[in-house]
Antibody, heavy 118, light 112 residues
C-alpha cells in the first residue's frame, strides 16, 4: 500500500521561504510522476506543480511560477517543493500525490499546513 | 472560477441516490479526456473514488459509480450513508493548458 507523508509546513512571514518534503513508501517512486496540490482555507483543490518520473517535464501553476521549485530524489524516495517569496495567498494545506497511468492521482498524503502571515 | 463546474452542494437522506455533475467544455471533457473523482473529508487525505470515467479502485464500494457524456460527467452514489458526507471533486485535463490538469470546484454532500 502506497504511503505519502508530507512535512515542512509551518508559519512564515510574507516574503519568506519554506521547503516541503514528501516521503513515500510502498511503490517504486522512480516509476511515477508526482504532484503538489493545495487547498486554501474555504477553497477547493488546486494544482501547484507536477514533475515527470524522470524529473521532466515540470509544470507550475501560473500563480507560483518563478517562486516555487519542484524536485525529486529517487534514491531517497522523496518529493520536494521549495517555496520562495511566499505570499498570504499561498496559505493552504499542501498535499503531495502520486500520478497514475490513468491520469488520476491514486494516492495522496495527509497534507501539511503552510500559513503565510506577519 | 473552475474550468470544470460542479454544484456547490447536494443533499440526500440515508438510503437515497444522489448525483453530482461535472460540466466542462470542448477543450477538456468534450475533447475526450477522462474524468476522475475524489472524496475528501476535512483533515484527511483525498481519496480516489473513480478513475477513467467509470472505474472503481479496489476497496471502493459499488455504491459509487461514474459516467461521462459529451462535455459532462456525473458521479452517482446509491444507498447513501452518513459516512458519505464529504466534499467531492472531479478532475480532468485541458488541451488549452498544455496538458495541465483541471479540478472542479468541489461539491459538498450533505446526508440529511
Amino acid at each position: 500500500q502506497a504511503q505519502l507523508v508530507e512535512s515542512g509546513g509551518g508559519l512564515v512571514k510574507p516574503g519568506g521561504s519554506l521547503r516541503l518534503s514528501c516521503a513515500v513508501s510502498g511503490f517504486t517512486f522512480s516509476d511515477y510522476h508526482m504532484y503538489w496540490i493545495r487547498q486554501a482555507p474555504g477553497k477547493g483543490l488546486g494544482w501547484v506543480s507536477y514533475i515527470g518520473s524522470s524529473g521532466s517535464p515540470i509544470y507550475y501553476a501560473d500563480s507560483v511560477k518563478g517562486r516555487f521549485t519542484i524536485s525529486r530524489d529517487d534514491a531517497k524516495k522523496s518529493l520536494y517543493l521549495q517555496m520562495n517569496s511566499l505570499r498570504a495567498e499561498d496559505t493552504a494545506v499542501y498535499y503531495c500525490a502520486k500520478g497514475a497511468p490513468s491520469g488520476s492521482l491514486d494516492y495522496w498524503g495527509q497534507g501539511t499546513l503552510v500559513t503565510v502571515s506577519s | 472560477q473552475s474550468v470544470l463546474t460542479q454544484p456547490p452542494s447536494v443533499s440526500g437522506a440515508p438510503g437515497q441516490r444522489v448525483t453530482i455533475s461535472c460540466t466542462g467544455s470542448s477543450s477538456n471533457i468534450g475533447a475526450g479526456y477522462d474524468v476522475h473523482w475524489y472524496q475528501h473529508l476535512p483533515g484527511t487525505a483525498p481519496k480516489l473514488l473513480i478513475y477513467g470515467n467509470n472505474n472503481r479502485p479496489s476497496g471502493v464500494p459499488d455504491r459509487f459509480s461514474g459516467s461521462k457524456s459529451g462535455t459532462s460527467a456525473s458521479l452517482a452514489i446509491t444507498g447513501l450513508q452518513a459516512e458519505d458526507e464529504a466534499d467531492y471533486y472531479c478532475q480532468s485535463y485541458d488541451s488549452s493548458l498544455s496538458g495541465w490538469g483541471v479540478f472542479g470546484g468541489g461539491t459538498n454532500l450533505i446526508v440529511l
